[in-house]
């Protein structure tokens, strides 16, 4: 059986690679979706998925799109709910995802690793090239902002992916973030030494 990870998994084993043993070795749940960002996030996806099925996202190139899709990949050991499904002007696909956040005028990594995974699933299950993915920030007036991805992102992420399937698998126990302050907001804060 296949080991497929979600883009919430991977940015948590960023956060903390114990994360990654604590969840899939011990089978440990976090109860990440108790969290308040977490439930309005949810909220949103849903709220945005039920309005304005129809609106296509011209200014950018889009002349399809599919919402909250389902994708999965064995050969990447990624699954995932992309929240629409872009296909472009050019022949080219992409992601676009909506944040219940503000745009601080910077890139997240986290969203960009998120953006990333789903081109990956986008690129295996439809068959196309994923040069970049979209950001929508709800809190800031739905900002839109383009991602554009590079061969060092698919490289990096290749090898983190490789790093958790390595935890799984061997149940090796990581070191832990050097990060005294993450340690103090970790869900495992109680039960890692």
Known sequence: MSILITP?????????PRFSY?????????????????QKGREIHKEKSQINKDYLRKKIGVINKEVEVYLASEKFHLKGIVDEVLTLNDGTMSPLDYKFAEYKE??????KIQSLIYGILISENYNKAVHKGFIVYTRSK??????????KDFDDLAQTIQKILY????GYYPKKTSSKSKCDDCTFNNICV
């Open 167 to 170: 935890i799984i698998q061997k």
């Open 22 to 38: 604590f969840m899939f070795c011990l089978g440990i749940d976090q109860h990440e979706d108790k969290r308040f960002k977490v």
């Open 142 to 151: 739905n900002k839109l902002l383009e991602i554009e991805f590079v061969q």
């Open 8 to 16: 919430s998994e991977i940015i948590e084993y960023l956060y903390c």
């Open 106 to 111: 910077k890139e997240f990594k986290t969203y």
